[in-house]
């Protein structure tokens, strides 16, 4: 018998740990050389799990839901087994688990009443018994928020008859019976889910930004014709010559670029007491995806012509979508613009991603009434919005970078003439 293990793959040097998700093999499987086992999440991405042989899956050293480090065993395969016959493994060579005190099924049965390892921990500190607590998770595994909901059940249930100092008197509070049985919910359901770690690290990065940045926003509205009538001359023959249609984002993404390069502070970032100054344009594009926001970088947008940009955002998108965009691909960035248009978002105010300090917030294109030469006209209206971190940069450098967008937007042909 020859048993190969399985390893976590390499982590990013910002990521210590990941989530197992769900084992796509169960002990006993037939498994081919290169076929994914399981993915792991990471709170930037999620990474696939190949097999580095094929055989037999011979055992499962940590189970779905498990955290892990770089370089951990979470299983093995015997490379001479075959289908259905699993042979035991000495325990001499068992790797530790990730952690000890959560059982693990190793023939891919229920998880119902096995805690999370936040949970498991969170209830070792409080003393609760295995099996305490109901798990509402998925597969009836017990979350941080059961166990959470546990302890505050046995506060109140346990609470001795009090009494409340205020200088007057003290005052009696009777002791109040409360019943430990959830309200039933009837037609009224609800779903208590844990958050993936890409989503946790989200809210964290957003609660940073919100913190640490001084943030303002200014706005600006653009008339849309001039784009709109390039756009429709030239997409057909664009179409046919790069393979990808021309979208409003490639423009958006040119005239960033172009105000960028006028006003240089607003491609620079904040670190410790200095101020960094970018030589080069990386502008970051939020995409929502089935796991939560992601922002993938185009490096050296500048670089980039019209076909590049669509291509690559076109990509981006689809490797959203699947879940396989990798950590370089969402790494740095010195600017950032989100295209809350497309969900028909009509006006927002943007939050900077961090190290960053600002963001161009891009709505939805409206016909509206505007005053042209003292007359009333209906144009294609959108509303810019572009927030800025005001520690480094002033409203004068906001104001004047937004409007050259403004000026790019309204008669395109400056970008080729870069003023």
């Known amino acids: ?55 037999v899956l011979a055992e499962l050293v940590v189970a779905g839901g498990g955290t892990v480090g770089a370089d951990q065993v979470i299983a093995r395969i015997d490379t001479e087994g075959k289908a259905g016959v699993v042979a ?36 070792a500190d409080n003393r609760l018994a295995p099996g305490s607590v109901a798990g509402t998770g998925r597969d009836g595994r017990v979350t941080k928020g059961d166990v959470l909901g546990a302890i505050v059940t046995t506060a109140i249930t346990s609470v001795a008859p009090s009494t409340i100092r205020t200088g007057a008197p003290a ?94 502070m607003l491609n620079a970032s904040v670190d410790g007491n200095d101020i960094v100054y970018h030589g080069f344009f990386d502008v970051g594009i939020a995409v929502g995806s089935p796991r939560g926001l992601v922002v993938p970088i185009l490096r050296n947008a500048d670089q980039m ?35 809350g248009g497309t969900f028909g978002s009509m006006l927002s105010t943007p939050i900077i991603n961090p190290p960053q300090s600002a963001i161009l917030g891009v709505h939805a294109t409206k016909d509206r009434a505007v005053v042209e030469d003292g007359q009333i006209v209906v144009r294609p209206m959108n509303y810019l919005a572009m927030s800025y971190d005001h520690r480094i940069i002033d409203g004068r450098e906001a104001v004047l970078g937004l409007v050259a967008m403004k000026e790019a937007l309204e008669d395109p042909s400056r970008l080729l003439f870069d003023i």
Do not use: C
């Open 305 to 339: 012509s019209f076909a590049d940009i669509e291509k690559k955002i076109a990509e981006y998108g689809q490797k959203a979508k699947d879940g396989k965009l990798g950590i370089e691909e969402m790494t740095g960035g010195t600017f950032s613009i989100s295209n």
């Open 171 to 264: 005052v009696s509070l009777p002791k109040v019976s409360v019943s430990v049985k959830p309200p039933e919910l009837g037609d009224r359901p609800e779903q208590r889910v844990p958050m993936s770690r890409l989503r946790a690290r989200v809210a964290e990065r957003l609660l940073q930004s919100q913190s640490t940045n001084a943030i303002l926003t200014t706005f600006n509205e653009i008339n849309m014709a001039p784009v709109m009538e390039m756009r429709k001359k030239f997409q057909d023959a664009f179409s046919k010559e790069h393979g990808v249609k021309i979208g409003f984002m490639s423009f958006f993404v040119k005239a960033a670029v172009h105000a960028l390069k006028k006003f240089p």
């Open 88 to 123: 035991p493994t000495p325990v001499a060579s068992a790797a530790p688990l990730a952690t000890t005190s959560t059982p693990v099924t190793l023939d891919g049965g229920a998880m119902a009443g096995v805690p999370m390892p936040s949970a498991d921990k969170l209830m």
């Open 1 to 55: 018998m020859a048993i190969v293990e399985v390893k976590v793959p390499q982590l990013s040097e910002s990521v210590a740990e990941a989530t197992m998700l769900q084992w796509k093999k169960k002990v006993g499987d037939a498994v081919a050389i290169d076929e994914i086992l399981i993915e792991i999440e990471t709170d930037k991405v999620v990474l696939e799990v190949p097999a580095p042989v094929g055989g």
